[in-house]
Nanobody, 122 residues
């Protein structure tokens, strides 16, 4: 079992930046994929980005492409999401998760963190 802990959320003005972290512990596997999802009140959980741990291949939702960057740090078993030029529509709870294979579908992910709130004000 993998435990995931997100951090780094907060309140920021539109145009600002935040960096989210997701620390993984437990039975990790270098072949897995780690992803970021977000869920706003009254909306379904949506894909943000993923990274394949071995090799670092990334994939982004169109809504964040060019503004967000996903990365990982092997030594710390930690994944990051650098979010720049934030918009009010980015407001949501952000979750990290692991999957045995790359996917944009949340149901392919079997370990989830508790989430961290990101609020972007106008």
């Amino acid at each position: 079992q993998v435990q995931l802990v997100e951090s780094g959320g907060g309140l920021v003005q539109a145009g600002g930046s935040l960096r989210l972290s997701c620390a993984a512990s437990g039975r990790t596997d270098s072949s897995y994929t780690m992803g970021w999802f977000r869920q706003a009140p009254g909306k379904e959980r949506e894909f943000v980005a993923y990274i394949i741990w071995s090799g670092g291949i990334t994939n982004y939702a169109d809504s964040v492409k060019g503004r967000f960057a996903i990365s990982r740090e092997d030594a710390k078993n930690t994944m990051y999401l650098q979010m720049n030029n934030l918009k009010p529509e980015d407001t949501a709870t952000y979750y990290c998760a692991t999957s045995s294979r790359p996917s944009r579908w949340s149901d392919r992910y079997d370990n989830w963190g508790q989430g961290t709130q990101v609020t972007v004000s106008v």
